[in-house]
């Protein structure tokens, strides 16, 4: 499934993928990530994430697709036991 390009009929439940969408290099993409944050204070790296965020999303181009990615990292906060916020 690398490389295809997913499609939905419109009004479709949007869908992350599933299959390893860095063709085994997701230990290298890790690395990157770190390596952008090396020396940045905790108010810079927090900038570089939200302007990461904002530049993958309009790559993903699917309101749908990054609201479904949105629910699944927020979900992921509270998986210790605390209570989700409401949002």
């Given at each position: 499934m690398t490389g295809e390009t997913m499609t939905r009929?419109?009004?479709a439940?949007?869908?992350?993928r599933r299959d390893?969408?860095?063709?085994?290099g997701a230990d290298g993409?890790?690395?990157s990530l770190i390596r952008?944050?090396?020396?940045l204070g905790d108010d810079d790296s927090a900038a570089l994430n939200a302007r990461l965020v904002l530049i993958l999303a309009h790559e993903v181009g699917d309101p749908e697709v990054v609201?479904?990615?949105i629910?699944?990292?927020r979900g992921s906060l509270h998986?210790?036991?605390s209570a989700p916020d409401e949002v």
């Open positions: 009929e419109p009004g439940t949007a869908r992350l390893d969408g860095f063709s085994g993409v890790y690395e952008a944050h090396r020396g609201a479904a990615a629910a699944l990292a998986r210790a036991g």
